[in-house]
T-cell receptor, first 116, second 111 residues
Framework: GAVVSQHPSRVICKSGTSVKIECRSL??????MFWYRQFPKQSLMLMAT?????????EQGVEKDKFLINHASLTLSTLTVTSAHPEDSSFYIC????????????FGPGTRLLVL | GQQLNQSPQSMFIQEGEDVSMNCTSS?????WLWYKQDPGEGPVLLIA?????ELTSNGRLTAQFGITRKDSFLNISASIPSDVGIYFC???????????FGQGTELSVKP
């Protein structure tokens, strides 16, 4: 149980275009979803926290107009990288949590973004 | 801020050997989590610890929640090639369910 999927798994785009990444909780309702980015050989860096039906909370230094997050339902959150540039190339990972006192996060398989 | 110090950063071992890695912090936490990340994949939860002193096993993996609540270790016994990957410790900070991650331990297993 507690499976999270992401789509697409990898995407290559031209500089200046926008890219949408979907994160779905397949067998549970995720009260909260998190978006991370990860550079090679580094740990996961939290970008934002999103709760269904409300605005996402962004970490310090993450541009909310650059990384648009929509959490339309308890099973779907999307991250749109707007006007992507080569420095946005990274591995983007989402996670969902059922909530409750243990608040275990279940991670998606990640999306590799390459901006040319 | 709250930080986790994970060590070692990398390990190169022979198949069959046991492995030990740990995570420490200057802060007290109520949860310790261990994740494994395969190349090009998201992290997968291996073991979750919720009580100081708790010792939990998952197959060849064993993890313990330190009695001081400031540390945790993960042991892997009789390593096999598919143990290769990056292992992260993590804990829940005090800000609404956000995870704090260690820097990761990259494990390489030589057949």
């Amino acid at each position: 149980g507690a499976v999270v999927s992401q789509h697409p798994s990898r995407v290559i785009c031209k500089s200046g275009t926008s890219v949408k990444i979907e994160c779905r909780s397949l067998d549970f309702q995720a009260t909260t979803m998190f978006w991370y980015r990860q550079f090679p050989k580094q740990s996961l860096m939290l970008m934002a926290t999103s709760n269904e039906g409300s605005k996402a909370t962004y970490e310090q230094g993450v541009e909310k107009d650059k990384f648009l997050i929509n959490h339309a339902s308890l099973t779907l959150s999307t991250l749109t990288v707007t006007s992507a540039h080569p420095e946005d190339s990274s591995f983007y990972i989402c996670s969902g949590t059922i909530g409750g006192p243990k608040e275990t996060q279940y991670f998606g398989p990640g999306t590799r973004l390459l901006v040319l | 801020g709250q930080q986790l110090n994970q060590s070692p950063q990398s390990m190169f071992i022979q198949e069959g050997e046991d492995v030990s890695m740990n995570c420490t912090s200057s802060s007290i936490f109520n949860t310790w989590l261990w994740y494994k990340q395969d190349p090009g994949e998201g992290p997968v939860l291996l073991i979750a610890l919720y009580k100081a002193g708790e010792l939990t096993s998952n197959g060849r993996l064993t993890a313990q929640f330190g009695i001081t609540r400031k540390d945790s270790f993960l042991n892997i016994s009789a390593s096999i090639p598919s143990d290769v990957g990056i292992y992260f410790c993590a804990t829940l900070g005090n800000q609404g369910g956000k995870l704090i991650f260690g820097q990761g331990t990259e494990l390489s297993v030589k057949p």
